[in-house]
Nanobody, 121 residues
Framework: QVQLVESGGGLVQAGGSLRLSCAASGSIFSINAMDWYRQAPGKSRELVAAITSGGRTDYADSVKGRFTISRDNAKNTVYLQMNSLKAEDTAVYYC???????????????WGQGTQVTVSS
């Protein structure tokens, strides 16, 4: 009923920048929180950044000052601007959204398929 499609990943040198996008589509009445997670090889998935429908943001300590999360509610899209990238930022990045469906008016959690970010040192 709802799809999240991520884009913007790739290979970048340390110190460089990337911008990730995640667009939600389907039977969407509204979207509450939207988040970015990442999972590096051999590690568990971790929360990178979160944004509420009202625009309040939160970040993992490891990315504060380097990453910026934002959203366009009209486009049902969340972004992650990543600057000053480090080798340890290498991971698969996933977006997550809490979506209120038009059919049930209840909130459900959806995940994107993931996009690879590789930072070379």
């Amino acid at each position: 009923q709802v799809q999240l499609v991520e884009s913007g990943g790739g290979l970048v040198q340390a110190g460089g920048s990337l911008r990730l996008s995640c667009a939600a589509s389907g039977s969407i009445f509204s979207i509450n929180a939207m988040d970015w997670y990442r999972q590096a090889p051999g590690k568990s998935r971790e929360l990178v950044a979160a944004i509420t429908s009202g625009g309040r943001t939160d970040y993992a300590d490891s990315v504060k000052g380097r990453f910026t999360i934002s959203r366009d509610n009209a486009k049902n899209t969340v972004y992650l601007q990543m600057n000053s990238l480090k080798a340890e930022d290498t991971a698969v990045y996933y977006c997550r959204a809490e979506v209120v469906l038009t059919t049930t008016r209840r909130s459900y959690q959806y995940w994107g398929q993931g996009t690879q970010v590789t930072v070379s040192s």
